[in-house]
């Protein structure tokens, strides 16, 4: 029966063969298998099938064919070594590529500074902390083959606030012949923590839309007939149902009244524009659903300010012509929303080949998660906008009043912004309006009042 001394990082392991037809991949699977037994960790590795690896002769050090049969490959008690890739190799197109043993450590150096290539502005603290705590859950599962001494040394990066420049300490991390240096970079933690922000601030930004809606519905004199619980139950959309009934705990009811929704309640006015009555449609894919947030939105900014549609001062202001109001808050509007429409094409239909054509067709997850947090934040902005501009047309409606919750609504944007009177230095009101959005102070009165109601 054949046999042959195998060399697996640093060890030499003696594999029986009793069929010569098996491949030189099965001899490396093997030599892997007996070397994993030998260790009380598995030597870093989950499973065999998982190990990906070269087989070379010690002899010359020419590489093997894993599809070869051993027959025709090796002779009997013939030397050889698994290389394991991504230890003892290069990476991607250098996989084949042998790095002596004595290079290990520098190789696992150069692999950090090799990807030290990106462009544009750093990811801030808090993006690097959370991409950091998605990498230490990864590591500390062991099955990366890094050591417990620099996993440590991460959680101790991550518990010293070093991503901050202005606070943290300079981070030094020892890198051995282990996995190390590949551990670090590797995976898509960089995705994900950008993704979860994303995710997070759609969800809320969402919930806190229907507020700024309602708000302008009524402003804007809207019926709330068109968020009847018998209309909406017709449909098997859940969503849709959840935001009708949001609508309905906010406007005008038997538990709250609103003397604006009264002044009109008999008015010849059939039905509302599309902004308004179907709100509870808004849908779909995270960057493209949530940009909807922000188109209907600016719609009904248009409304607010156009005096044709909102029976209102025209731009929200008086004096026009002397003072412009919303007019360029509502440009300002319009154009976030016209980048979004360039932001929301689909980043995995422009993947292109890499790496030598072995990475040929990737998710470009990292784009998408990244845009998706622009188009994310422009939303905010729109809303913010449309939230000044409705609670600025309260302004026009006194002395009468709209439903509670929406009072507190209103009260709450007045304890940031104060009515405009005439044109005045309009950034820094947005921005005031922007964070009361991004702390959910809205959706925490919305949920508030439906507590007590």
């Known amino acids: 029966m054949p046999r042959y001394t195998v060399h697996v990082r640093g060890e030499w392991l003696a594999v029986p063969c009793r069929d010569e037809q098996l491949t030189v991949g099965w001899l490396g699977r093997e030599a892997v298998r007996r070397y994993m037994k030998n260790k009380p960790d598995n030597g870093g590795f ?17 590489l093997l064919d894993n599809e070869d049969s051993l027959e025709v490959a090796l002779e009997d008690n013939e030397f050889v070594e698994v290389v394991v890739y991504g230890i003892t190799t290069g990476f991607g197109k250098f996989a084949r590529t042998v790095i002596p043993v004595n290079k290990l450590q520098e190789l696992q150096v150069n692999l950090v500074r090799s990807h030290s290539s990106g462009v544009g502005k750093p990811l801030s603290p808090e993006k690097c902390r959370m991409l950091l705590a998605l990498r230490i859950n990864v590591l500390a599962k062991g099955y990366s083959g890094i050591s417990l001494e620099t996993l440590k040394q991460v959680i101790e990066v991550f518990n010293g606030n070093v991503m901050d420049p202005q606070t943290g300490p300079p981070l030094k991390l020892g890198l051995g012949v282990d996995h190390k240096g590949l551990a670090l970079i590797n995976g898509t933690q960089m995705i994900t923590s950008l993704g979860c922000e994303a995710v997070e601030r759609a969800s809320a930004i969402a919930r806190q839309a229907d507020i700024v809606a309602a708000l302008t519905l009524e402003v804007l004199k809207g019926t709330t007939k068109a968020f009847d619980t018998d209309i909406h139950a017709v449909r098997p959309h859940r969503g849709q149902i959840e935001v009708a009934f949001r609508f309905r705990s906010l406007l005008d009811s038997d538990h709250h009244p609103s003397e604006i929704a009264e002044s009109h309640r008999f008015c010849d006015r059939v039905q509302d524009a599309y902004t308004l009555r179907c709100c509870p449609q808004a849908l779909d894919y995270l960057a493209i659903g949530v940009h909807e947030l922000a188109a209907i939105s600016e719609r009904r900014i248009e409304r607010l300010c156009n005096p044709s549609l909102s029976e209102l001062p ?26 979004n429409k360039a932001l929301c094409h689909p980043s995995s239909v422009d993947s292109l080949s890499t790496s030598a054509a072995t990475e040929d067709h990737v998710s470009m997850g990292g784009w998408a998660a990244r845009k998706a947090l622009r188009v994310i934040e422009h939303v905010e902005q729109v809303l913010a906008i449309e939230l000044l501009a409705a609670c600025q047309g309260i302004e026009f409606l006194r002395p009468l009043r709209t439903t509670t919750p929406l009072e507190k609504v209103y009260d709450l944007v007045r304890s940031v912004v104060r009515p405009w009177i005439k044109d005045r230095f309009m950034a820094p009101d947005i921005e005031a309006a922007h964070r009361l959005l991004l702390e959910q102070k809205a959706s925490w009165l919305l949920g508030l009042c439906l507590s007590c109601g």
């Open 46 to 62: 989950t499973s065999v099938d998982e190990v990906r690896f070269l087989v070379r002769r010690c002899k010359g050090l020419g």
């Open 314 to 339: 025209a731009f929200l202001v008086a004096e026009g012509g002397l003072n412009s109001g919303f007019m360029i808050a509502h440009c300002t509007a319009a154009a976030l929303v016209s980048e």
